[in-house]
């Protein structure tokens, strides 16, 4: 099995669209056997699915994520697990383990023209409509 994690500076990256790193774990019987940082390349949001269909990825663990994105993997066949926050080994073997249920598309407002251009660094779309 591979897995893909947004990845930023250790962590899981808040928003799927705009991750500029995946980490990419392969899994062998329940364990990680190879890790690799790799850069998107410039690819953004439904770009990335196919991105990771030919990196072969068959789980993506991150942020925030849309509904465009999620059908747009869904058609890779690759499973998602939405809402992840945290160091992104510590993600891995809680995915592994079976710790960690996906919140789904968390980031609603994508669609009708809008686009997450207009976010901040720390901002999350998991945190609209929410007071910070």
């Given at each position: 099995m591979r897995i893909a994690v947004t990845y930023e500076n250790g962590g899981v990256f808040a928003?799927?669209?705009?991750?500029a790193f995946?980490?990419?774990?392969?899994?062998?019987?329940?364990?990680t056997?190879?890790?690799a940082v790799t850069p998107t390349m410039g690819y953004g949001h439904g770009a990335?699915?196919?991105?990771?269909k030919l990196l072969q990825?068959?789980?993506l663990l991150c942020g925030g994520i849309?509904?465009?994105?999620?059908?747009?993997?869904?058609e890779q066949n690759i499973a998602v697990t939405?809402?992840?926050?945290?160091?992104?080994?510590?993600?891995?073997?809680?995915?592994?383990?079976?710790?960690?249920v996906s919140s789904g598309a968390n980031c609603s407002h994508h669609g009708a023209g809008h686009?997450?251009?207009?976010?901040?660094?720390?901002?999350?779309?998991s945190h609209h409509g929410k007071k910070e």
């Open positions: 928003h799927f669209g705009h991750t995946f980490k990419i774990y392969d899994v062998e019987d329940g364990k056997v190879r890790e990335l699915a196919e991105f990771l990825v068959d789980v849309g509904q465009g994105a999620m059908n747009a993997l869904a939405a809402g992840v926050s945290g160091e992104a080994d510590v993600a891995v073997q809680r995915y592994l383990a079976g710790q960690l686009s997450c251009s207009h976010h901040e660094e720390g901002h999350s779309c």
